[in-house]
């Protein structure tokens, strides 16, 4: 049986019926053109008559009811597809409200432990003849940005491509089957490297500090509390909607700011005018969470790819006008990147950690209720294909991403980008976030305000 290392462990062990621990997605498909009235369940019947299921979807916790289930992995040879597959369809009159809330009860559920840790669901029956395929996965076996990449390797950008197969049959999903081994030399070779970065946290943070102090202007990891930084509960409400991403742009060329700063902004006002209506409205002005990417510098160019870390921006929910919470957006967003700019990505990823490590304390009694959240809302901007794709001849028209709430985090903001369109999707704790859909509404009202502003 292959060791579970602990970055996947920490997922299960974290899982309570409170905090269900998956990912999903929901996808938008436009049949393609002959297709006839059984097109879903050939769809199902495609997803199912299958035995080439890649490792990383055959494995489960070794012992679904033990210690064990979180130390090691095992994994099934024969895959009950009539379970984890499955055809639904929206109930009358089919709209995309039917099919959301669909979405807000499958996300609610566990995943069952004695299984391979995913589910997904073939939905026919909306009004406007589009098919939906709602799929979930165990954090502890994909991220969110991981889940994604599955996705859009399982399409194609072909429309007349019939050779299209879902992520569970993709050869190239990352194996968990094989194990990820203990490799103690490459231990010490890393510790090594880690060891001179880490010790050049102790200069960083005392710089970071005297910047603090001398600027004032860095957004700290201590937010004012709000009904949405509360326990949550385990049911769940899902809302999603797309925008076009020209809209968007145009302000941020207008406003000389960036894509994710004016999404930011649309988050901020909506946030605003939610509270507003709630009569929850902090004095102080909100702030998020957002994990950003950022290009290593020339000198570590030969390691290759980008460095992640996570950054903390002031969303200036105090101030009424849109163009201004922009201007400061804009400004906060900056200066948090100034910061981690000189960081190696170690440095950045320790010092992410430190920023959202209060949430770790969540599950501790008392703490949510008592302590200051370190941030009020987690937002995250997912790259996307830049072109059409297709699944065997169907239009992907909807690629919503389904996250995870937590205690003191009672919503999450998640989006990603696909041909002329920002799709984001909003999950949130169904007992603590009243009307979760209300958000998108003031999203759109927040683009509109900045429209005018910037137009």
């Known amino acids: 049986m292959p060791f579970m290392p602990p970055t996947d462990s920490m997922f299960l062990l974290a899982e309570t019926r409170e905090h ?40 489960r916790p070794a012992d679904p009811v033990g210690l064990l289930g979180t130390t090691w992995w095992t994994q099934d040879d024969v895959i009950d597809f009539d379970y984890h597959v499955r055809h639904s369809a929206v109930p009358q009159p089919g709209r995309i409200r039917e099919l959301l809330q669909l979405t807000s ?23 406007d003849g589009r098919i939906a395929v709602y799929s979930k996965v ?37 194996s968990g089957g094989g194990g990820r081994r203990l490799d103690p030399f490459g231990l010490v070779r890393g510790a090594a490297g880690v060891a001179g970065d880490v010790a050049g946290l102790v200069p960083t943070s005392l710089k970071i500090a005297n910047e603090v102090i001398r600027d004032g202007d860095i957004t700290l990891p201590r937010a004012p509390r709000t009904m949405l930084n509360v326990p949550v509960g385990g049911a769940r409400r899902f809302a999603a909607q797309s925008w076009e991403i020209d809209r968007i742009q145009r302000v941020a060329k207008s406003s000389a700011t960036t894509l994710n700063d004016v999404v930011l902004a649309m988050v901020s006002g909506a946030l605003r005018d939610y509270l507003l209506e709630q009569n929850a409205l902090p004095d102080d ?75 770790a304390f969540g599950p501790v009694p008392g703490y949510v209720k008592y302590a200051h959240p370190p941030f009020n809302v987690i ?59 209300r958000l998108l509404l003031h999203l759109e009202t927040a683009l509109a305000e900045l429209e005018q502003s910037w137009g």
Not at 24 to 30: S, Y
Not at 400 to 410: E, H, K, M, T, W
Request: aromatic fraction near 6%; charge should be neutral.
């Open 138 to 174: 165990h954090h502890s076996m994909v991220d969110g940005v991981s889940a994604i990449r599955l996705m859009q390797k399982s399409l194609s950008f072909d429309p007349d491509a019939t050779d299209c197969v879902p992520p569970w049959l993709l050869k190239s999903s990352r």
């Open 379 to 437: 937002v995250s901007n997912v790259p996307g294909p830049k072109e059409e794709m297709y699944f065997n001849g169907a239009r992907l028209d909807g690629m919503y991403p389904v996250s995870i709430a937590l205690d003191g985090q009672a919503i999450n903001i998640t989006l990603t980008s696909r041909k002329g369109f920002l799709d984001f999707g909003i999950i949130g704790c169904r007992r603590s976030v009243p009307s979760l859909q």
């Open 285 to 359: 002005p909100m702030t998020a969470m957002v994990p950003v990417s950022l290009a290593l510098r020339a000198g570590d160019s030969d390691s290759g790819g980008n460095s992640v870390g996570a950054i903390i921006v002031n969303l200036a929910t105090d101030r009424e006008n849109g163009s201004t919470r922009l201007e400061e957006i804009a400004y906060s967003s900056k200066q948090a990147k100034r910061i981690l700019g000189d960081l190696s990505p170690t440095q950045i990823l320790a010092l992410s950690a430190a920023q959202v490590l209060p949430l």
């Open 20 to 59: 269900p621990m998956h990912v999903g997605g929901l996808q938008l498909f436009v049949p393609p053109d002959g297709a006839g009235p059984e097109f879903a369940r050939e769809l199902v019947e495609g997803f199912r008559h299958n035995d080439e299921v890649s490792p990383l979807f055959r494995k």
């Open 105 to 127: 009860r499958w996300h609610s559920s566990l995943l069952d432990r004695h299984r391979p840790l995913w589910e997904a669901h073939v939905v026919e029956g909306l009004a």
